[in-house]
T-cell receptor, first 111, second 114 residues
């Protein structure tokens, strides 16, 4: 079983829409959680960390459910520039520094 | 501040040939990572260095892959001989220190083995 599972999509939404992505992780010992963004043929970049209490950064909201081993990312008021692949990333405490990446969820925002 | 630099950006080789990738991390970053990203998949760690020491190489296929980070700065990843299944993007990343989870990625080397 993979460490991180994501629905690859694609999600195609109009500008201004709200869209949510989910992922699940397999190891209950996982300690840190992140969303990275990867534009087409570019390198991944950190979008935001995910905290147990949930956190928001502008139009982006991340949630963590440790009991269900589930992470979500909500994007409100989608922009054309949000079109990218969103990678769910998990760190297991026992291998400090090693990040486990999901396969990513592809988002296209159309005008 | 300059980002992570990788070269070459693209490489096409025939199977059984050797290939090498070079990475220069962000200045001052002690931790360096090599990842492989297959099409439609997330990056997978190959090896992690803390300064010049390889501290996590459990995912590196050691029969054909090798890496080095002399002097704890630049790093080279080599494949010899290359196989068709090695076609992928090879990403280098660096972070300030172990346990700092924000990793800064280079643009990657896109390898095609024919």
């Amino acid at each position: 079983r993979k460490e991180v599972e994501q629905d690859p999509g694609p999600f195609n939404v109009p500008e201004g829409a709200t869209v949510a992505f989910n992922c699940t992780y397999s190891n209950s010992a996982s300690q840190s959680f992140f969303w990275y963004r990867q534009d087409c043929r570019k390198e991944p970049k950190l979008l935001m960390s995910v905290y147990s209490s949930g956190n928001e950064d502008g139009r982006f909201t991340a949630q963590l459910n440790r009991a269900s081993q589930y992470i979500s990312l909500l994007i409100r008021d989608s922009k054309l520039s949000d079109s990218a692949t969103y990678l769910c990333v998990v760190n297991r405490g026992s291998t400090l520094g090693r990040l486990y990446f999901g396969r990513g969820t592809q988002l296209t925002v159309w005008p | 501040e300059a980002g992570v630099v990788q070269s070459p950006r693209y490489k096409i080789i025939e199977k059984k040939q050797p290939v090498a990738f070079w990475c220069n991390p962000i200045s001052g970053h002690n931790t360096l990572y090599w990842y492989r990203q297959n099409l439609g998949q997330g990056p997978e760690l190959l090896i992690r260095y803390e300064n010049e020491e390889a501290v996590d190489d459990s995912q590196l296929p050691k029969d054909r892959f090798s890496a080095e980070r002399l002097k704890g700065v630049d790093s080279t990843l080599k494949i010899q001989p290359a196989e068709l299944g090695d076609s992928a993007v090879y990403l280098c990343a660096s972070s300030w220190r172990r346990g700092t989870y924000e990793q800064y990625f280079g643009p990657g080397t896109r390898l095609t083995v024919t």
